[in-house]
């Protein structure tokens, strides 16, 4: 009896346990409903297509959270039809001068002229019949260029379900033209229901008020705080200060994100205003504008993480906002429904991949420095990495690459810069300035510098606040860190075999002599070896049992079968470039994605991802500017082992999204990229081949490593050369018997190399 008690007991209890989750969902949301706040999509997803056009619509209802408003920004054309575009200027956003030259005009609009391609110009027939819309950002692709025509808010019962949110700006222009806002949205609302009306003119809002009473919420729309209503002859900013007075005419505001949170000069967010407590309390909603993936003005404390942007002003205890205007409106879901309220704490489902730091936490401080490991600890990894350099006088240490230029201040350092240039071909082919040219001792008189990997092209940066802070770590202390924090390790380590030939130094030995000194290689189940050449990784297979990984640098490669085979012999794990599981398209879509993950699979060997990061141009398009949608399809669709990072804290929320494994059918599903699927199927003739042919890796197996060269006894006029100071004395009263043998031999090869 009793047992056939439990499953109805059970049921009972998961009955009572779900009611209640939905009790606190609803009150969960500091909206002025108490409802999730709502995803308003500027043009559709304007972020990748051309904005406001049908597609981009589509494209938006068919992949946001259902609630999803379609925002459109109205115009008229001459015979009174809507258009929704978003400047009353075309030119910029449509191919309007190629299919009417010289038709553009300068109008006087709100006291200053104005010249472009108007829409009061132009009759209806001649915008939706002969003219294009463009992607009128300039990161943005143009792959997707016209392919659609102008749309008019007429069109909207053609897209499927959902709401609609008409933004007037400039009606006085069209006044004076005698064209009516006014008349064109009643006459509309006749046909279909408007959800939102709102515009940036206290005046029109007023006018059209009496008309609008239930079914349509008048939102005002604030411009700058400097700017003027031309309506009402008064600053937006000094409008904030009698909210109470909006509510005669309006039911909510639209904001610039930054009344909520401001930014200081250097973009890092400021504490937040009280507007959207203050708009709250006289019971006006507010919506807060201008959210971009792709934006150059996120603050600095999001990591380039749009998701963070979003939970900020709903995810806070004081406040959220009513909802989002953005551009990117599959982000914003994602946001509200994956990420807010979400129990950090909920532990880790089983089969996720691993999280490894690539150089620590380097997105937000300088690569390799203590600080950088101490974040990627906080963000959550399962590893820290460290790429192992050597010194001139034999230290091993953590840091990204062997050329100092990279990662430090060094070329604004009269001590080293220029003389200590040096061009080693077998590491790089430009000159550079190489560890294991200075001492240990010089090296940490170095200013660390965070790596701007997209300053050049993009002028975008990574955490200015903190670009020089942070100090080297040799390997021992690294060990004895992570010995002391319980994480596991990865250790890489590559150009092992040049610098044995150009220098004499063995970063692989000295590897094995720091993990023997630590003690690490006791706990070698939390220690993954990373290398390049096969020769390193039999060294440490043949003298321990770490994980080993073999890391292809290669980038577009297919790996053969034969190679795979070859692969088992000297590591369980293989490290690849993003481009060889996700290969791009010359336009920087995604191509068709080869099964290269179920082949090592098959083969036993597990499979990491590096390196991702997540500044926009870092993505292919597919990825909608959204770091975490490459990371859900590196997850889901390619189904990688691990993924290597500069943000770990952008992986590590991915992997405790609500909506990674989800309970019901009712559960929104996060937007998966499937490459070379979705997006490449719209327009295939705007596809390119790929950036490359892919060449085949079919050889992974290096020669065994060069021995060190035997100490010679010196010539009797053997001389270290003058620029650098003489590595015996530095080491003599200091370093082990070991140190002074190694720059013994320092000398002695630099005596051979003179000569
Ligand atoms: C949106 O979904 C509809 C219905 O499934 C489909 O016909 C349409 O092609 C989709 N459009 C886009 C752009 O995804
Ligand atoms: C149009 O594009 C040009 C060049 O990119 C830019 O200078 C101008 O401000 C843009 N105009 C509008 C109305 O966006
Ligand atoms: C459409 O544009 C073309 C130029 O692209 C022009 O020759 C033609 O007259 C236009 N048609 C109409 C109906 O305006
Ligand atoms: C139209 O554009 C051309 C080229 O930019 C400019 O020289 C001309 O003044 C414009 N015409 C009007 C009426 O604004
Ligand atoms: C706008 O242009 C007209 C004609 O060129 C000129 O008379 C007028 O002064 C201009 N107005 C402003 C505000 O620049
Ligand atoms: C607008 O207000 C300012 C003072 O706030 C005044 O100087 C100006 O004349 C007014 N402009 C109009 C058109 O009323
Ligand atoms: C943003 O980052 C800066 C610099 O790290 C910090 O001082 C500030 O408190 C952060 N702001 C918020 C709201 O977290
Ligand atoms: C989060 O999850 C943990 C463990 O599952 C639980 O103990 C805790 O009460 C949860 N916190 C909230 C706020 O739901
Ligand atoms: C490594 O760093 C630790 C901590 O800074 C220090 O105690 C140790 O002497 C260093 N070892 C070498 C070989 O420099
Ligand atoms: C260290 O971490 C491992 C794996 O995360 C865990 O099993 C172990 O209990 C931890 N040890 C200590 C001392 O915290
Ligand atoms: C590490 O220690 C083991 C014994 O503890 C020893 O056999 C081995 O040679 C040592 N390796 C190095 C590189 O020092
Ligand atoms: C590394 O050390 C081992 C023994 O400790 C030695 O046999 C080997 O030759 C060394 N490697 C090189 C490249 O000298």
């Not at 009972?12 to 989750?21: G, H, I, P, T």
């Not at 604004?412 to 220029?418: Q, R």
């Not at 008189?445 to 955490?463: A, H």
């Amino acid at each position: 009896m009793a047992c056939r008690l439990l499953p109805l007991l059970l049921v009972a209890f998961v009955c009572l346990c779900s009611n209640q989750e939905a009790f606190a969902k609803k009150n969960l949301w500091k909206t002025l409903s108490g409802e999730a706040p709502l995803v308003i999509a500027r043009g559709g997803l304007s972020g990748l297509f051309p904005d406001y056009v049908k597609i981009a619509y589509e494209f938006a209802i068919n992949n946001s959270l259902y609630e999803a408003v379609m925002f459109c920004d109205l115009q008229l054309t001459k015979d009174g039809q809507g258009i929704c575009r978003t400047n009353l200027d075309l030119e910029n956003s449509t191919n309007i001068q190629l299919a009417y030259p010289n038709r553009n005009s300068t109008y006087l609009v709100n006291g200053k002229n104005i010249s472009g391609y108007f829409s009061i110009d132009f009759t209806a027939d001649e915008l939706f019949n002969n003219v294009s819309a463009i992607q009128s950002y300039p990161t943005r692709t143009h792959s997707l260029d016209q392919i659609n025509a102008p749309f008019s808010p007429e069109e909207f019962s053609g897209v499927g379900q959902s709401s609609i949110w008409l933004n007037v700006q400039y009606s006085n222009f069209f006044d004076e033209h005698k064209l009516s806002m006014a008349s064109y949205m009643e006459s509309l609302s006749k046909r279909m229901t408007l959800n939102y009306i709102s515009s940036t003119e206290v005046g029109f809002l007023r006018a059209i008020a009496p008309k609008y009473r239930s079914k349509t919420k008048l939102i005002l729309r604030f411009m700058n705080k400097e700017d003027i209503d031309p309506s009402i002859n008064e600053t937006y900013g000094s409008m904030l200060r009698d909210l109470t007075s909006l509510k005669e005419f309006a039911s909510g505001i639209l904001v610039p994100k930054s009344y909520i949170w401001p930014l200081d000069p250097q973009r890092y967010l400021q504490a937040p205003t009280d507007l959207v407590k203050d708009a709250h309390a006289v019971g006006l909603e507010i919506f807060a504008s201008d959210f971009n993936n792709d934006g150059y003005d996120m603050s600095y404390n999001y990591s380039y993480d749009p998701i963070r942007e979003y939970l900020q002003f709903v995810d806070n205890k004081n406040f959220a906002v009513d909802g989002f205007l953005t551009d990117f409106s599959v982000t914003a879901s994602e946001a509200i429904a994956c990420y807010a309220h979400n129990n950090a704490s909920r532990s880790p489902e089983a089969g996720n991949p691993l999280i490894i730091s690539h150089n620590g936490a380097s997105g937000d401080y300088p690569g390799c420095t203590d600080v950088a490991y101490q974040a990627a600890i906080r963000d959550g990894v399962d590893y820290i990495d460290c790429s192992v350099q050597i010194t001139r006088d034999g230290i091993a240490f953590c840091r990204e690459s062997p050329d100092l230029f990279v990662g430090t201040t060094i070329a604004s350092n009269s001590a080293f810069y220029p003389s200590r240039m040096k061009t080693i071909p077998t590491i790089k082919n430009d000159q550079g300035i190489f560890t294991f040219d200075l001492t240990w001792k010089e090296i940490q008189s170095l200013t660390v510098n965070i790596y701007n990997k997209y300053e050049k092209d993009y002028q975008l940066y990574r955490n200015p606040a903190a670009a020089n802070v942070g100090k080297y770590m040799n390997l021992t202390a690294f060990l004895e860190f992570a010995i002391q924090v319980n994480i596991s390790v990865l250790i890489s380590i590559e150009n092992a075999r040049a610098i044995i030939s150009e220098r004499n130094l063995d970063v692989t030995n000295a590897t094995l002599s720091a993990l023997n000194q630590t003690g690490y290689n006791k706990i070698s189940d939390r220690i993954m070896i990373q290398s390049d050449d096969s020769a390193v990784l039999l060294q440490f297979k043949q003298r321990t049992n770490f994980k080993l990984i073999y890391k292809v640098l290669e980038a577009d490669v297919t790996v053969s079968s034969s190679a795979i085979e070859e692969i088992r012999k000297f590591a369980n794990t293989v490290a690849l470039p993003r481009s060889s599981l996700f290969r791009l398209a010359n336009n920087y879509f995604l191509l068709a994605a080869p099964d290269v993950v179920k082949r090592f699979h098959n083969h036993n060997i597990s499979v990491f991802v590096y390196t991702l990061r997540n500044e926009f141009p870092s993505l292919a398009f597919d990825f909608l500017a959204d770091p975490t949608m490459e990371i859900n399809s590196f997850v889901q669709v390619a189904k990688v082992d691990g993924l290597v990072t500069d943000f770990p804290a952008t992986a590590k929320a991915y992997l405790g999204n609500k909506c990674l494994h989800p309970r019901t059918e009712d559960d929104y599903l996060m937007f998966l990229v499937d490459p070379g699927v979705d997006l490449s199927n719209l327009q295939p003739e705007n596809f390119g081949p790929a950036i490359a042919p892919e060449p085949s890796l079919s050889s992974v197996t290096n020669s065994p490593l060069p021995s060190l060269k035997e100490a010679l006894a010196p010539g009797p006029d053997s001389k270290s050369p003058s620029t650098s100071p003489d590595p015996r004395k530095n080491s003599s009263n200091r370093c082990s018997g070991r140190s002074l043998f190694v720059s013994l031999m320092i000398a002695v090869l630099l005596f051979l190399n003179s000569h």
